[in-house]
């Protein structure tokens, strides 16, 4: 029903030029973006496909990293943090369905910056650096608010590097439709301090919980984070949840992954 | 290639293992691909958005929905629908569990959740109830509440264990 | 004798290899057509210009048709000639079919639907109760009123009282097949339909008049249905209908199917509901008199809005006797979809305001609720006096003196005036409406249900439990449902069966009722099968064809196999009776000594096999084909009086369901349910029970999950799977044991079974019920839990429990 033509470059560099067509649009699992194009929410000329670039793909450890090349599925990621990232894994094995998993990548997750997407959330708690075809960009500075990103015209992610905290749990609460969060919490602690990365909940998307890092980093309890409260103003209200709602599961989902990551 | 793109794409494709070349659609789903120009009326298209799983396929192993993949993006990949499977006996004894535990009943998700139920099964194992459930809780069924389906897959997780045929089951397909 | 044995589904064979074709999966001629309907984007207004050419333009499209180029009646209401099939002049809903694409595919007649400009002048919508009822926005002159007793007086004096008010959701159907119809036009403008339809009578009458033919001019199949809860029974007459117009105006085959969103946007849904109680009760809990009012928002056309609202107060007492009752009803026109049929029909909804009543005064007196339950519970089979409700008049005193307008078998039909109700009036042991309540179980049952599952010692381990744990609280409740049997519109408690018998032996068995995965072509087949006494293997099961058995009832209120099982069970004895006096006469014996039993007959002292029967009969011409017929017995009912015998009987069920809760964030679980369940002298209880728990689970989604919301510009804003929740298998309770009473059932119906499609929906109400105690446990306070019971909403009532 869509009048589009499909390129399936077979490298970086191919994609790049393809993205260069008016009008183009990166495609990557799929699984976000082609409901859209039925709803026809997004209205492309040419669909460049991602899922054939080989170097896109595959998962890499470094010292105290975690590089995940961006046409790396969920499913794949979820295989490979068995027992060696418990939060990442919890991420990744709990998007969608096996079948989504299966299809579903983490650039395309990333560049999306659905506001009810999982990954952001570990992209923040996790100090991410976003890799692409141009550039390095932190995840403090890659996530701009809801559907938004640093990516400009035609730039794709590449691959993501987490730094590997010491111990990190991610909680989501799901809106029963869709098994997005309707809050999700990530909370990793690292040598250096702990960082909440908090998704689902913001009309700006992604956001770091500042009081609870703070609260966090010198006391990694759930009690740590008791006498804290969340605002909701600016926090999404829908036939989901109420903003007030969203507000009162973040801070106990917080607490949850600070008690299951001790 | 700005302004004057074909719409149409030429694929290759293999479906229940025989090679297909088709011109598709850009936008043809696989699952509308496989039902309007292949006949393959197996899979249902239901929801439409990824939820339901009546659209459940087997592309190059793994489950996947055919409503949330073009068929342009299945070019190359090895494609297996309900019926090849049921040719190939690679489900066969899944699917006399199915009838034999009345794990159905108006039928509209079994092939998508048979293609499903049968990607947790060539994981190998026996999946606890638990597994199982979460394994399936992309595929809905409107009918039964889905206590005879966990009961099919159980026993078949069972039956394979004991005849150690747990592997052989996937590669008949795959 | 197969009748009783735990057979599979007759096509679960060919659901299991995807070989089962339904109706988008008919192959249809190459120049076959497709259809869609460009939607009304505002609920309420007036339609001021149209412009189409974009429409008519764009790739594929063949013709583009408005409500001024219907050529006949544009009409597609079951009930009151309200509902149009295409808009004229005025918009009723956001969702309304305005006008109708036909194009080459699917995709292109919906992606030219979407380039049609219609202006609207748009009014404020009626959403709401409140708003409907200041507007006095409603079907019928005022609201039904049906009492029993003095029900001021008795709330007067009734030592204690209490009032309350709960509020419960619609349902999406969300059958995993969406609507789809195929129309093949024939010679000599005759049109063959198959449809995904509950009622195909019903669509061969709204595409004949849409036709301008009579009914014999068109023919209507369905071989199944990818499920149909209700949402089927009139919601598929508009694809029929535009299918069959368009087929007529083009020449060639149409089909159409709507996307699952057009489906959830444009097709009714189970009636939301507000029941407002006023109960006085005393200390031992029993229930001495209760005012009810229900309300319903029944959207923008009749559609079968009466006859649901009437059984919402049918099962206003569920299974309870109530000495003084008042119940008010009022029928809503709202600007939103037309609220349809849903499994259950009302009394899901009238019997969650009565159940809520019981839980309300339990709490109010610190008494278990089982134990109230019993105690109001009506009196069991045994201690009525006499036998069940006189017979009416053979036949009516008055008769209507005018053809009935348009359709005379749909359940949203009028009922003439039947002055034969008073007759069946009982004394004693009477529901509201006056009926004797002659084959109560549920003493017996529950008893049994309640020690099988260890109900009060689990409900002491849960308070000890409650009182250990401060995070999570468990919850457990039991809930019964009594459930009346029938028609409410007498006239449509009747079947019609063919059957042939070939000369090789086999059989051939139409009926009219439908399959939508319940199992009822195999339960009417194993009667076929117990009849003739041979194998179900020789008795070939086929689509439901208007033209084979005509003037069908839809295949509803649980009637499916009641019916139709008569009706194949009569004429097989036809058959049966004449091969009988065949070989009677040819063996010199008398025609009751003819046995048929194990695929074999003996007669006289010789035994042969069906099939050499059979051919001795063909031989000796006879014919082996008969029709069969049944209506059912003892039924009146006055529903303006509410008074009157409108059920043949009442199948009974009982639940108790435990959950638990998270208290900080209202989740929740199902952690066990049992179930004991009554379906008579069961036909196939391996069929039986997954219609009891899938009943439960889909009851249970309605209460907890499944949540429908409109904005205030009256947009249905859960129109897609990805915000509407029914129940997944992870959703299903971690330990779930369902029974079947498995007792004849007292009423003479096929082979003593009692019908077993909805009732059991109304057992998912015992997982509200637990949540509702689930909340109780954090706090002194009534949690008035409403429903859907999302997780937001239960953390209200936690709130709302503390006090």
């Given at each position: 029903m869509y009048n589009f033509d499909i390129t399936r470059p077979t490298t970086v560099d191919e994609a790049v030029a393809a993205l260069s067509a008016d009008e183009a649009q990166p495609l990557s699992g799929g699984q976000t973006l082609i409901p859209t194009l039925k709803q026809r929410l997004a209205m492309p000329s040419v669909l460049v496909s991602l899922t054939a670039i080989d170097e896109m793909k595959g998962i890499t450890e470094g010292p105290g990293t975690l590089k995940v090349g961006g046409g790396t599925t969920h499913g794949d990621v979820a295989q490979a943090t068995k027992g060696s990232f418990a939060g990442l894994h919890t991420l990744a094995s709990k998007i969608g369905d096996p079948a989504v998993r299966a299809r579903g990548t983490i650039g395309g997750s990333v560049a999306n910056n659905d506001p009810a997407a999982c990954y952001p959330s570990a992209c923040m708690a996790c100090a991410a650096t976003i890799h692409t075809n141009t550039r390095d960009i932190a995840a403090d500075d890659f996530f701009q608010g809801m559907f938004t990103?640093?990516?400009?015209?035609?730039?794709?992610?590449?691959a993501v590097t987490l730094k590997v905290p010491e111990k990190s749990s991610y909680q989501k609460f799901e809106q029963p439709a869709s098994r997005f969060p309707l809050v999700g919490v990530f909370v990793a602690k690292h040598a250096d301090g702990v960082r909440v990365g908090v998704t689902g909940a913001s009309n700006n998307g992604v956001f770091r919980w500042a009081e609870a890092e703070e609260a966090l980093s010198s006391n990694f309890s759930p009690d740590a984070i008791e006498g804290l409260s969340v605002s909701a103003e600016d926090l999404m209200g829908d036939l989901h949840g109420s903003p007030e709602y969203r507000a009162h599961l973040i801070k106990v989902m917080t607490k949850r992954g600070v008690a299951d990551a001790s | 290639m700005t302004g004057e793109f074909s719409e149409k794409v030429d694929i290759e494709v293999t479906v229940n293992g025989e090679p297909v070349e088709a011109r598709v659609p850009a936008g043809r789903h696989l699952v509308d691909f496989l039902r309007l120009d292949l006949g393959l009326t197996g899979a249902h298209a239901s929801c439409e958005h990824g939820v339901c799983g009546a659209c459940t396929l087997r592309v190059d192993g793994e489950a996947v929905r055919g409503c949330l993949m073009l068929a342009a993006q299945a070019d190359g990949a090895d494609v297996w629908t309900i019926e090849g499977l049921t040719d190939q006996g690679a489900c066969t004894d899944l699917q006399r569990a199915f009838v034999a535990r009345n794990a159905l009943q108006c039928g509209f998700c079994t092939p998508g959740m048979i293609v499903a139920a049968n990607d947790l099964l060539n994981r190998g194992g026996i999946p606890t109830r638990a597994q199982i459930r979460e394994h399936l809780s992309g595929n809905y069924c409107?009918?039964?509440?889905?206590e005879a389906i966990v009961d099919a897959v159980e026993s078949v997780a069972r039956a394979r264990a004991q005849d150690g045929k747990g592997a052989r089951a996937g590669e008949g397909a795959a | 004798m197969s009748v009783g044995k735990p057979l599979p589904h007759d096509a679960a064979h060919l659901h299991v290899t995807g070989a089962a074709r339904y109706v988008d999966d008919i192959p249809a001629p190459a120049n076959a057509l497709s259809l869609a309907f460009g939607l009304s984007h505002v609920a309420a207004g007036t339609i001021t210009a149209m412009d189409l050419s974009a429409v008519r333009a764009a790739p594929g499209v063949v013709a583009v048709l408005t409500a001024e180029d219907l050529p006949f009646d544009n009409d597609v209401s079951p009930s009151n000639h309200d509902e149009p099939l295409l808009a004229t002049g005025e918009v009723h809903y956001m969702g309304q079919p305005v006008f109708m694409v036909v194009a080459d595919s699917h995709l292109n007649a919906r992606k030219a639907a979407r380039l049609g400009r219609v202006e609207i002048d748009p009014r404020g919508p009626i959403l709401s109760i409140e708003s409907a009822m200041e507007a006095d926005s409603r079907f019928e002159d005022g609201p039904r009123i049906w009492t029993k007793g003095d029900v001021g007086q008795a709330l007067q004096d009734a030592p204690r009282r209490l009032q309350g008010r709960i509020e419960m959701g619609g349902q999406e159907h969300f059958y995993l097949e969406g609507h789809a119809a195929l129309a093949l036009p024939q010679e000599g403008g005759d049109m063959v339909v198959h449809s995904s339809t509950q009622h195909p009578t019903e669509i061969q009458h709204k595409v004949a008049e849409a036709l301008g033919v009579p009914m014999n001019a068109v023919r209507v199949e369905v071989r199944r249905m990818g499920g149909g809860f209700g949402g089927k029974e009139s919601q598929g007459n508009a694809l029929a209908v535009a299918c069959a117009v368009a087929a007529r105006a083009t020449g060639r085959p149409c089909r159409m199917r709507y996307d699952r969103d057009d489906d959830m946007v444009i097709t009714g849904k189970r009636h939301d509901f507000r029941i407002d109680y006023d109960v006085g009760y005393d200390d031992t809990g029993r229930v001495l008199a209760v005012d009810f009012t229900q309300m319903t928002r029944c959207g923008w056309a009749m559609d079968l809005s009466l006859p649901v609202a009437d059984r919402a107060m049918l099962h206003a007492d569920n299974a309870y006797l109530l000495d003084a009752v008042r119940i008010t009803s009022h029928r809503l026109k709202t600007n939103t979809q037309s609220a349809t049929a849903y499994r259950g029909f009302g009394g899901p909804q009238g019997v969650l305001g009565i159940e809520r009543v019981m839980d309300e005064v339990a709490h109010a007196l610190g008494m278990d609720a089982a134990d109230v339950r019993r105690r109001n519970y009506y009196r069991a089979m045994g201690d009525v006096a006499g036998g069940p409700a006189p017979r009416p008049a053979d036949s009516p005193r008055s008769f209507p003196t005018e053809m009935k307008e348009g359709d005379i078998a749909s359940r949203g039909s009028q009922a003439f005036d039947d002055d034969r109700a008073e007759v069946g009036v009982a004394s004693e042991n009477t529901t509201p409406y006056g009926m004797k309540v002659a084959d109560f179980i549920l003493h017996e049952m529950t008893d049994a249900l309640l020690e099988r599952c260890d109900y009060f010692a689990r409900r002491d381990a849960i308070a000890q439990w409650n009182a250990e744990n401060g995070l999570l609280k468990r919850g457990i409740a039991f809930s019964p449902v009594k459930f009346g049997i029938s028609f409410t519109l007498t006239h449509l408690n009747q079947a019609g069966a063919l059957v042939h018998v070939y000369q090789d032996g086999s059989v051939h068995m139409n009926h009219g009722g439908t399959e939508m995965g319940q199992g009822l072509f195999q339960k009417v087949a194993q009667v076929a099968a117990s009849r003739f006494g041979i194998g179900v293997d020789r008795v070939k099961i086929t689509a439901t064809d208007t033209g084979k058995v005509p003037n069908t009832s839809a295949t509803a209120a649980s009637s499916g196999s009641d019916l139709n099982g008569m009706a194949v069970q009569a004429a097989c004895d036809t058959i049966r009776d004449r091969i009988a006096a065949c070989l009677a006469e040819l063996h010199q014996c008398s025609a009751e000594d003819v046995r048929f039993a194990d695929g074999r007959v003996r007669v006289g002292g010789e035994d042969m096999s069906f099939t050499r029967a059979v051919q001795t009969a063909y031989e000796n011409r006879v014919s082996l084909s008969a029709t069969g017929f049944y209506k059912t017995p003892d039924l009146a009912w006055d529903r303006i009086k509410g008074q009157g015998r409108p059920f043949f009987y009442f199948a009974q069920g009982a639940a108790v369901t435990e959950v638990v809760i998270d208290t900080l964030t209202g989740e929740n679980r199902i952690l066990r349910t049992d179930i004991l369940h009554d379906a008579g002298a069961s036909l196939n209880p391996g069929l039986d029970i997954g219609q009891v728990e899938g009943g439960y689970v889909q009851g249970a989604g309605w209460l907890t999950t499944e949540e429908l919301v409109w904005d205030d510009k009256g947009r249905l804003t859960t129109h897609a799977p990805s915000t509407y929740k029914i129940p997944a298998c992870s959703d299903r309770p971690g330990v779930f044991n369902v029974d079947l009473w498995d007792q004849p059932n007292p009423a003479q119906t096929v082979y003593r079974s009692k019908a077993v499609g909805e009732p059991p929906f109304m057992l998912g109400i015992s997982a509200h019920l637990a949540l509702s105690d689930a909340c109780a446990a954090c706090g002194p306070a009534y949690p008035d839990l409403q429903a859907p019971a999302t997780a937001e909403e239960v953390l209200r009532a936690v709130t709302r429990a503390r006090g």
């Open positions: 990103t640093a990516l400009d015209e035609g730039e794709i992610v590449t | 409107r009918c039964t509440g889905y | -």
